[in-house]
Each structure stands twice: as structure tokens, then as C-alpha cells.
């Protein structure tokens, strides 16, 4: 293949990947936000799925997909406030209740949809938010069109890396969330209102990951259909072990997830006899060689996934 031809090829699959990899990126720094103040929410894909339908259908009755990405975070704080009263207030098993998301969320997602549009085969299709390419920046070659040729929240969901690394890093209320998520008691005994702090990490994770369904029927794909989400949920959750809970990990392994993915599309296109639900395994296959070789250690938060009681010493 020539030189001509092979640029724009990898070009576009560039392009792709960071398109991809962004609800998994979004999807994976809510449950950052979640796990740092020791909430493990697996639910992830139930959460992005409404929020997904909700987004969808907002973008489509408003004819803006702005309100829709706003409409799928709304969606997404009110299903997790749900986990959150049962795992904070009530000191529920969270594994347990994060299930329950994953089934409730598409459950709902699917009661709405065929209750709006009914059950037909007519392709129902919402607006979509275009591409801003960035002055100068994108006009560079080969590097501007894959980096700063996207949609406004692409560029939101890569610019979250350094705030979210600096708001753990060097703020007070980021300190707080690891305190909570590492000693629970002793963050209470120096004034840290840790259920405060937990019910907070819960609206930012249920706010980013319905923003990360909505990103797939608002910015990639312009309707909504059950399965949208497609296990994205699940890779997210992934992202944040393979990424030893940093921004910057969680952004490396969800680029790497999005490469996967972007490759077996591409796969399925210049290889149209292979059958498709093995190509379609690549990005899972991808997401458990991952965690096989980096993840067998787990250095999380130390009250991960532990209920607090406040009346306990």
C-alpha cells in the first residue's frame, strides 16, 4: 500500500480511537471520583445506558444536543443518588447495589423508549453535535485532525485528566475525598464529613458517567437502540484498576481500550468474511490482557467498597 493512501488510513483510525475512548474515559474518572471516596459503583453501565436514552431523547425533542448531554448527566445523578442512599445512608453491600444499576438502568432506558416511539423498525435520529476545530492547532499535519478537530466535549472529557489529577493532588476538598476513601474514621474524627463527601463523589460519578452515555447518541452515533452501551461501562471500571486510580492512568488505559476498539471496526471492514462477534471481542479481550498483566495487585483506596458506620470506633 502506498505512502498516499496508508496516511489518511491511519489518520482516520487515529481520529477514531480518541473518539471511542472518550465515554470510557468519561465513564472511568466518575468511578475515580467514586472509588476515592470509597465507593466501588460497578453499575457504570447501567447509569451510562440511561443516561443515553435520556440524552437521545432530549437532543431529539429540543433539536439541541447541548441539552442533551445535560439532560443524560441529570439522569445519570438521579439513578446513582439511588445506589447512594442504600450503600451510604443505609450501608448496603455496593457490589450488590451496583447490579442493580446495571439492571434498572437499561430496564428503564428500554420501558421509555418503546413507550415513546413504540416498537417499530423506523430509525429515529436526533441531531448531533459537530465537530470545532481548533484554529491553527488543527490545520498541523497529520497530528491536528486526530487531537483538535472534535466536538466540545471531547475536548472536555481530556481536559478533565489535569483538573481532575490537580483537584487530588493539591486541593483540600481532593485531599478530603482520598481521606474518606483511605481512613474513613479517622477523616471523621478530624471534621471530614465523610457520608457528605461520599454523597458528593456520588452526584460527580452519576453526572460524568450519564454524561458518557449521552456522548454516544448525542456526538458519535445520532440514535438510541438497547445495547447502545455496549459493555463501556464495565471497560471503564477496567480503565480506573489498570490505571492504579490516577487521571493519567485512567487516560492511558482508556486510550488503549479505544485503540481496540477502532481496531476491530476497522478489522470488520477490510475483513467482511470473518465473523463479526469475534472481531467485535477484540476490546474485552484487550480490557482482560490488561488487567491479567497489571492489575493482579490491588493498591486502591484501603476502605474501598467498606460501608461506614459512624457510630463505630
Request: glycine share 10%.
Amino acid at each position: 500500500m502506498e505512502m498516499t493512501t496508508m496516511i489518511p488510513l491511519l489518520q482516520d483510525f487515529f481520529l477514531s480511537s480518541v473518539r471511542m475512548a472518550t465515554p470510557i474515559l468519561l465513564a472511568a474518572i466518575a468511578e475515580l471520583y467514586s472509588e476515592r471516596a470509597g465507593l466501588v459503583n460497578i453499575g457504570l453501565d447501567g447509569i451510562m445506558t440511561l443516561g443515553a436514552f435520556v440524552g437521545f431523547f432530549a437532543s431529539l425533542a429540543t433539536g439541541n444536543p447541548v441539552i442533551g448531554i445535560f439532560a443524560g448527566a441529570l439522569a445519570g445523578i438521579a439513578i446513582n443518588l439511588v445506589y447512594g442512599f442504600f450503600t451510604v445512608s443505609l450501608c448496603a453491600e455496593q457490589i450488590v447495589f451496583g447490579m442493580a444499576l446495571n439492571i434498572l438502568g437499561p430496564a428503564i432506558a428500554s420501558f421509555a423508549n418503546k413507550a415513546a416511539f413504540g416498537v417499530n423498525s423506523t430509525l429515529i435520529v436526533a441531531p448531533l453535535m459537530q465537530s470545532v476545530p481548533i484554529p491553527i492547532l488543527s490545520d498541523i499535519p497529520f497530528v491536528g485532525q486526530i487531537l483538535f478537530n472534535h466536538t466540545p466535549l471531547v475536548y472536555a472529557a481530556y481536559l478533565l485528566v489535569p483538573a481532575t489529577a490537580a483537584f487530588f493532588g493539591v486541593t483540600k476538598a481532593g485531599l478530603n475525598f482520598k481521606a474518606v476513601g483511605e481512613f474513613p474514621k479517622a477523616a471523621a474524627s478530624l471534621g471530614i464529613g465523610v457520608r457528605r463527601t461520599k454523597y458528593l463523589a456520588t452526584v460527580i460519578c452519576g453526572a460524568l458517567a450519564g454524561i458518557a452515555g449521552a456522548y454516544l447518541t448525542t456526538c458519535y452515533i445520532s440514535t438510541y437502540s438497547d445495547g447502545v452501551v455496549a459493555g463501556r461501562g464495565f471497560i471503564a471500571l477496567s480503565a480506573v484498576i489498570f490505571g492504579r486510580w490516577s487521571g493519567v492512568g485512567v487516560l492511558a488505559a482508556s486510550i488503549l481500550f479505544g485503540l481496540s476498539d477502532a481496531l476491530q471496526l476497522r478489522i470488520q471492514v477490510l475483513n467482511p468474511d470473518l465473523p463479526y462477534q469475534l472481531v467485535a471481542m477484540l476490546p474485552y479481550l484487550s480490557t482482560l490482557l490488561a488487567l491479567a498483566c497489571f492489575g493482579i495487585s490491588k493498591n486502591g483506596p484501603q476502605a474501598n467498597g467498606k460501608p461506614f458506620y459512624r457510630e463505630q470506633r
